[in-house]
């Protein structure tokens, strides 16, 4: 027979083990660094410009960023803060290097699926290389307990109070105070204050705005991270809920979010757990766009319709069972995405299974399926087993080709998605123009 200690035991192999592959994959004091990147890279896949005719524009200004050299002399890299750095300073053709960037508050993509394994993750972290890579910046929020996505950005050590759990206390303090302050008398208030709420939700509920916010291995991307003990976070708010039956806890993240700098971020990505519940609601009620991962099975598919229906119906639930609760707190209902986007991920364009289900998800869901699938490639495979994404990796690693391949699936299928977020940016900035 065995107990709790054998689990426990267990657990300690684990976390051995996970120390052992942060060694072996970060940087020696084994925190995750971001690699630099050589000028062959910057020229094709992000300047879009020749080789050559960047590092005539380094020559001819030697203030800018001239990189590193490695010994051989063959080959310049640079780092990400250099290349933002070019991206400000340097024109080709009079044409600035800088992204569109409309104006008005970052747009927020929620990544969302029931089925574990379609890509969620990994899809949210190469959007997030993708977009970073591309000049913007970006906030990651992990939803997910499993924290696969706070790992994959180096961070290890995280506390439940760091994480959207601290956000939901945070936002039930602040909330049972503007409910109480909307009575006449506040002491006519059925529901509690601030003060009147358990003390750990007070001191959680106690911290800033930018206390959530962490900084990653790359420059322009911070998280709001997860961690293990964030799973608790359903059991908690269920127990919030009962205490405060007026708070609107759907609201939490979209309200936390409203409270940044409109200027601090360009795109906030959501990392969504595999369920429907406390966490995977509010990243749908602060996303203004709904990016749905599907692997190429049938399993797959079955579970995208179950997700789509079950999500739909928890929508419509609180449309109908929360309208006053949600205006008294300034929340429009029903819920409203600007898109909703099916992606296929761990594509074989050799496998006709593969292509017959692509086809069938398009006779379903018409132009809502991404035009670009995430292809399976080795590179793609490494990614997930070593915590680094495609654009993580180091082609000298590997055939370039391959990497090259892996690279170009992800280019292809972020370059669709910059679309929908520019295209859904300037609907948003159109409709409160005439609204204005």
Known sequence: MR???DLQTMNERSLAQQAAVRKATFSPAEEKTLRPFSIWEISQFMFDVPADTLRKKLADDPSLPQGSTEEDGRQRWFSLGEINELRRRVRFRGKTLLPKRPAGRA???????????VGKTVVAQHLANAAALDGYRVLVIDFDPQATMTHSMGLVEVKE?????????RDLCREADRIAQAYDDPADCPYPTADELPEDVQSIGAQRVQDFIQKTA??????????????????ASAQYRSMHKAWSFFGCVARYLDELPDDQFDLIIFDCPPAIGYQSLNAAFAADILYIPSGPGYWEYDSTTSFLGQLGDALEDISVGYEKIAEDAGIQLPKRFDDVRLLMTRFETSNPLHAAMMEAFRNVF????C????EMTRAVEQSGRFQMSVYEQDYRQMTRETWKRARQSFDAAYDEFKGVVLGAWERRGQKEEVEA
């Open 3 to 5: 107990d709790h200690s």
């Open 366 to 369: 018409g132009a809502d399926v």
């Open 218 to 235: 790359w420059p322009t991307i911070d998280i709001i991270p997860s961690c293990a003990n964030a799973a608790f976070v359903e059991f």
């Open 107 to 117: 747009m927020r993509v929620a990544v969302s699926n029931f089925k574990g394994g």
């Open 161 to 169: 109070w760091n994480t959207v759990w601290g956000i939901m206390c």
């Open 371 to 374: 035009q670009n699938a995430i």
